[in-house]
């Protein structure tokens, strides 16, 4: 890329980076060290705020960069992604939200562990929660690897790497200084960007096709070499029965998936009701579902317009097709136009990759010093203990993230964020379920619910292609494969489910029929809600 589209790019992010550590300090001074203040924010945002900050939480770097990408180079198969992740919302908004925001106070473990024995619960959802959320911020790293060797013009892991450094200081700045509060108006800024961006983009693409969608299809076809099978399904995954598989595991994962992810689940907790809650996530859904219609025009423009062999050059997943379509968009290499409008995107992508790790961070270091210490403790630290732990478990946990970023930089972000939604929906999602709507759900239960579900979708992850194998896996030069699918869900989440059934029913624990009471009368009206 020419020094324009660097140094313009760089001045836009620099830009972002300035106006959110400006955010943070600001904050910061303000804080009182509550747990409550670090953890939710307080509970004083609207609505309409926590609707903004969900999509931004949620429009992660699989979402920008990822799922244009494996529309551009799949078609109709690519799709997939786009429709998994927003009819995901719907089993969040009329089985979770409500009733989660009424129950728990700042994470999943305090819905489970209500009416449990908090010890063991806690430990297995706070574990469950941080593997989750790492999972999901290698994706994130992934992602700005990608974007930085194309902003730079350097493919060097060298670059990469230092890339990938900066953006884990910040999310640790962004966390242990402004806490919720931060990363909340982090995320509300960084949603009405790449919305922005988005809209402009989307207009761009029907404008050169003078707004005939039709033809935008039928110039995408021709020119990915596919011809009428790109707009078909079983590009990907129609070879065989495997493939098939694949897509019905990656299917059910992105749709029971969202309901389980720690960053989500936290951030309803930002509000001061349920019903506000359940109003915030009207908004993300409006907010979501607008910006995957949207990817579908740009996915299919991408192919049109750049082509898939420039696409693949870049970046062989895909995860580049964003910005070069804003590129040749604006007027190609070297046009004023081309660079400001690849400048742009480019920005909004770092800020999208910032926001999200910051948020995601939070979460996973909030399970950490509210479940996992606290527990390990045997009683509850004060809440300043628990938030200097908090602060020190971002580091810990950026740390980690980086490192496996830097691993997996070659694979394609909405990829590695499915198997982080499978993970979720693995062992998170049934330890939910069973503790909102089973009356005789005992610990045992809990436990065998979270741990069923979380080490059977690790170890087949290990066993699948996705490690070892194949050509494009993490290890190309070895081989035990002996899963065959590249996503577990459709494996592991009965199993999930099976375990908890099995844990509950085979306990010699009887479940306290009062407790669930209490759960379901504060689950259902937010009496004694916090």
């Known amino acids: 890329m020419t020094g324009g589209h660097q140094t313009l790019a760089l001045l836009l992010f620099s830009g972002f980076v300035a106006v959110t550590l400006g955010i943070t300090t600001w904050v910061s001074r303000k804080r009182h060290g509550s747990a409550e203040e670090f953890y939710a924010g307080g509970r004083l945002f609207s609505p309409m705020e926590n609707g903004f900050a969900v999509a931004g939480d949620y429009l992660s770097a699989a979402s920008f960069l990822g799922v244009t990408g494996l529309i551009a180079l799949y078609g109709y198969d690519g799709l997939l992604y786009s429709v998994g992740f927003l009819v995901a919302w719907l089993v969040v908004l009329f089985l979770v939200a409500e009733l989660v925001r009424n129950c728990g106070r700042f994470t999943m473990a305090d819905v489970v562990a209500a009416r449990m024995s908090e010890r063991p619960v806690r430990i297995a959802a706070g574990t469950s929660s941080v593997t989750v959320s790492v999972l999901y911020l290698v994706a994130q790293m992934v992602g700005a690897g990608s974007l930085v060797a194309l902003l730079l013009g350097r493919t060097s892991g060298v670059a990469q790497a230092w890339t990938v450094i900066g953006v884990g200081a910040l999310m640790v700045i962004y966390v242990s200084l402004g806490g919720m509060r931060a990363t909340t108006w982090i995320q509300i800024v960084k949603a009405v960007l790449m919305l922005s ?197 971002a580091v810990g946990i950026g740390v980690v993230a980086i490192a496996l970023g830097l691993l997996a930089r070659d694979l394609n972000v909405a990829f590695l964020v499915g198997l982080a939604f499978a993970v979720a929906a693995s062992a998170n999602l049934p330890a939910l379920l069973y503790s909102l709507f089973w009356r005789g759900f005992t610990t045992r239960g809990a436990v065998w619910a979270v741990y069923g579900g979380l080490i059977p979708a690790l170890g087949l992850v290990l066993l699948s292609p996705v490690v070892s194998g194949s050509p494009a896996s993490l290890f190309p030069g070895v081989d035990f494969q002996y899963f065959p699918l590249q996503n577990p869900g459709i494996v592991s989440i009965p199993l999930g489910f099976l375990a908890g059934w099995l844990g509950t029913v085979t306990s010699e624990e009887v479940a306290d029929e009062t407790k669930y009471a209490e759960t379901e009368v504060r689950s259902l009206t937010g009496a004694g809600a916090v």
């Open 197 to 393: 961006g988005t809209i402009a983009l989307t207009v761009l693409v029907l404008v050169r096709f003078h707004g005939d969608f039709d033809r935008l299809l039928t110039t995408a076809a021709e020119r990915s070499g596919h011809g009428d099978a790109f707009l078909a399904p079983g590009l990907k995954y129609g070879g065989n029965w495997t493939e098939r598989l694949d897509f019905i595991s990656l299917g059910v994962a992105l749709v029971l998936g969202t309901a389980g992810l720690p960053h989500i689940l936290s951030r309803f907790y930002t509000v001061p009701t349920a019903r506000a809650a359940r109003r915030s996530t009207v908004w993300s859904i409006g907010l979501i579902g607008s910006f995957y219609l949207m990817t579908i025009v740009l996915g299919f423009g991408a192919t049109a317009i750049v082509g898939p062999e420039a696409l693949r050059a870049s970046n062989a997943a895909g995860n580049t097709a964003m910005p070069l379509l804003a590129l040749d968009l604006g007027g190609g290499v070297g046009s004023t136009g081309g660079t400001v409008l690849f400048a742009v995107v480019a920005a909004v992508a770092f800020a999208t990759i910032l926001a999200v790790v910051a948020g995601i961070t939070l979460a996973s270091s909030a399970s950490v010093a509210h479940d996992l210490y606290a527990s390990l403790r045997r009683a509850h630290g004060t809440a300043r203990s628990e938030v200097a732990v908090a602060r020190f478990a």
